[in-house]
C-alpha cells in the first residue's frame, strides 16, 4: 500500500504522540508498504513555537529530516510542509494521522490523497479549546483509530459509531527486565517529568516530597524533556533525555504516574515492561493496563496525598511491591508491537478496498 503520514510540527524533544507514529512508519515500511512522513508546521489551534520555525526553515536550507532523536528505517521518505493542502500531498491509499485539529486541514483534502485515518491517541480538550470542536474533527475522518476503551467510547458518543481499537505497545527490544524484582530496593522511585499541565508532574513532586518526610531514605530517579523543574530536592536525581530509561526504569522499583489525563500512558508501560511496581492515578486511559490492586495501586487524579500513601505502601510493604510488579510486568507483555501493526494494517487494507469498490 502507498501510505502517507501527516504528523503536526517539527518536535525538538520526543514526544509520545510522534513516537507512535515513528513506530507505526518503521514498521509499516518494514513489511514493504511505501511510506511517506510529512511534517507540517501549520496546525490549527496550535501555534508554532519558535524553535519549530527554526528547525523547519533550517531542515529546508539543509535538506534534512526534521526530527533527530529516532532512528526511521531507510525506505522512508520525508516532505516537510508549511500547511496541508492537496499541492503538497501525494496521491496514496491511505492518509494516516493524529491530533484532533489536524483533521480540519486534511479533511479538505482530495479523495485521491486516501482514506483518512485519524489516530486518537487522547481527548484533546486542551487543544481544540471545546469537546464541541474536537467531537467534529472526529466526524471529518474516514475512519478513527482509539488507543484505549475510554477514548472509543469518546468517539462513539461524537459519532455514533464505535471505531477500531488499536492498543499501543512498547518495544520489547528496548524495554525489559535486567534487574529481578525481588533484588531491587525498595526506596527507589521513578517518574517522568513534564511541563504539561496534564501530565500531573506538580502533584507528583509534591506526592515524593511527602513520602520523603516519612521514608528518609527515598531516593528518585525523575527524567523528562523539559529542563529540571525549580528548586529540586537533592534526593532527585533529574535525568534531561536520557539515552538509557531501560536501564534507569532497571534501577528503580516504583513508577509514579501523576496523570491528571492520558490517552494511554506510554512511560508507565514501558517502566512495567522494565519491572516497577505502578503507583498511579486513576485516569481513565490509564485503564487499560493499571488495575487497582492487581497491576498497581490507584487513586484518583489531583492528590498528592493519596499517590504519597500508595507510594510509602508499597516501599514499606515489600511483598506487595513484589507482587504487584510481576503481575504488571506479566501483564503489559500481550502489548506488541507486532499485534498493533497487524491490526492496523488490516483497517487499512479493509478501507483501501472499499475506495476501490
Known sequence: MVINIVLPSFPK????????????????????????????????????????????LISIYRRTIPVSWFKFNKNIKFKKIFIVRDTNIRDADILFYTMSTMSLLVSKLSP?????????????????????????????????????DFIAEKIKDATGIFPQIVYNAFDNNRFFLSKPIADRCPYTVSMLYSEIEVKGSAYGIEALKICHTAIAGL?????????????????????????????????????????????????????????????STDAEGLSVFAHHNETALLCETKNSQALADNLITLITNNDLRIKLAEKGHQYIQQFTWNKSVAHISKVFEALRNESQN
Open 219 to 279: 531516593e528518585v530517579e525523575m527524567f523528562g524533556t523539559y529542563p529540571a523543574p525549580p528548586d529540586l530536592p537533592s534526593w532527585i536525581h533529574y535525568h534531561r533525555q536520557p539515552d538509557n530509561l531501560c536501564e534507569l526504569y532497571n534501577s528503580t522499583a516504583i513508577f509514579l504516574t501523576p496523570s491528571i489525563q492520558e490517552g494511554w500512558g506510554l512511560t508507565a508501560t514501558e517502566a512495567m515492561a522494565c519491572g516497577c511496581a505502578l503507583v
Open 13 to 56: 524533544r520526543p514526544t509520545g504522540g510522534h513516537l507512535i507514529m515513528y513506530e507505526y512508519a518503521n514498521r509499516l515500511a518494514s513489511a514493504g508498504h511505501d511510506i511517506m512522513v510529512y511534517h507540517s508546521l501549520y496546525v490549527p489551534f496550535n501555534k508554532p513555537y519558535r524553535p519549530e520555525l527554526y528547525l523547519y
Open 112 to 148: 485521491a490523497k486516501g482514506k483518512k485515518v485519524n489516530l486518537v491517541q487522547g481527548y484533546e480538550t486542551w487543544i481544540t479549546g471545546t469537546q464541541e470542536l474536537l467531537k467534529h474533527t472526529y466526524m471529518l475522518a474516514d475512519a478513527n483509530i482509539a488507543i484505549s
